[in-house]
C-alpha cells in the first residue's frame, strides 16, 4: 500500500532553510517570513511559538501518472536530501473551481496531452528533487505543497523550470501560487528524507 506521509512547512524567524526570496505569483500573499522548516508530520500554528504560518500536507500516491510515465520517472528521479542539494523551493498552489469541476479525463488531458507537465519537465531530472504534497482534502489554504532540491549551480535551471510550466494551459487555473526561494541555514540539521517522492525512485 503507498505510504501516507504528512508534512507541517512552519514560516518564521528561524528555521531550516533561510528565505532567499518570497514572491506571490498571483492571488493572495503569505505573510512574509525569513526562515522556513519542514516536520514529518501535521502541526498546529499553535504547537509552534513565534511562527507566521504552518501548511500542512500529505505525499500519497499519484494521480495522473501513467504506467510508462511511472517507469521513466523512477529511473532518472532522485531521492530528496542530497549533500550538495542547499538550494530549495517551497511553492504551495491552489486551483480554482474551474478545474476540479472537471472529470478526471479532462483534467489529465490538460495536465498532460495538452501542458505536458511530465513529458516537458523530465530534463530537469536528476539535478532537481521533488515531491509533492496534497493539502485539498485537508482543508488547507492551498492544494499542493510542491517542494524542490537542487544544487547552487542549478538556480537558473529551477528558474526555467517555473517559468515554462507557468506558460501552459494547466496554469490558467492557477488562482494562488507563493513562490519560496530557500537556502539551507549554515550549522542547521536538515532533516533526512521522511519518504518516498511521489513516484519512487529507483531502488
Ligand atoms: C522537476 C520537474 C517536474 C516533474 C518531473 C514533475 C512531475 C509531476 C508529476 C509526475 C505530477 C503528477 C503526480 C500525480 O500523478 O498525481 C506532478 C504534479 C504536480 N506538479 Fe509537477 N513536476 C515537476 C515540476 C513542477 C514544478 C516546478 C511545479 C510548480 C511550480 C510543479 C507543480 C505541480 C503540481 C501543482 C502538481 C499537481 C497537479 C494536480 O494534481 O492538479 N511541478 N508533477
Given at each position: 500500500m503507498a505510504a501516507i506521509i504528512p508534512v507541517s512547512f512552519v514560516g518564521s524567524d528561524v528555521g ?12 493572495a500573499p503569505l505573510a512574509p517570513v525569513t526562515a522556513v522548516t519542514s516536520h514529518a508530520q501535521h ?161
Amino acid at each position: 500500500m503507498a505510504a501516507i506521509i504528512p508534512v507541517s512547512f512552519v514560516g518564521s524567524d528561524v528555521g531550516t532553510y533561510r528565505v532567499l526570496r518570497m514572491e506571490t505569483v498571483v492571488g493572495a500573499p503569505l505573510a512574509p517570513v525569513t526562515a522556513v522548516t519542514s516536520h514529518a508530520q501535521h502541526v498546529a500554528l499553535d504547537g509552534v511559538p513565534v511562527s507566521a504560518w504552518v501548511l500542512r500536507g500529505t505525499s500519497t500516491h499519484v494521480r495522473y501518472v501513467e504506467q510508462s510515465e511511472q517507469n521513466t520517472l523512477r529511473a532518472v528521479q532522485p531521492a530528496l536530501g542530497r549533500q550538495d542539494c542547499s538550494h530549495a523551493a517551497l511553492i504551495p498552489i491552489r486551483k480554482s473551481d474551474a478545474w476540479w469541476d472537471l472529470p478526471q479525463d479532462e483534467r489529465r488531458a490538460i495536465f498532460e496531452a495538452r501542458s505536458q507537465h511530465i513529458a516537458a519537465t523530465l530534463k530537469y531530472l536528476p539535478a532537481i528533487a521533488r515531491r509533492l504534497h496534497h493539502s485539498r482534502e485537508l482543508g488547507e489554504p492551498f492544494d499542493f505543497l510542491t517542494w524542490f532540491e537542487y544544487a547552487p549551480e542549478h538556480a537558473g535551471l529551477f528558474e526555467e523550470l517555473v517559468q515554462l510550466l507557468r506558460r501552459t494551459e494547466e496554469w490558467k487555473y492557477v488562482e494562488r501560487e507563493v513562490d519560496i526561494r530557500l537556502i539551507s541555514s549554515p550549522g542547521s540539521e536538515r532533516p533526512a528524507p521522511v519518504g518516498p517522492c511521489s513516484v519512487r525512485p529507483a531502488e
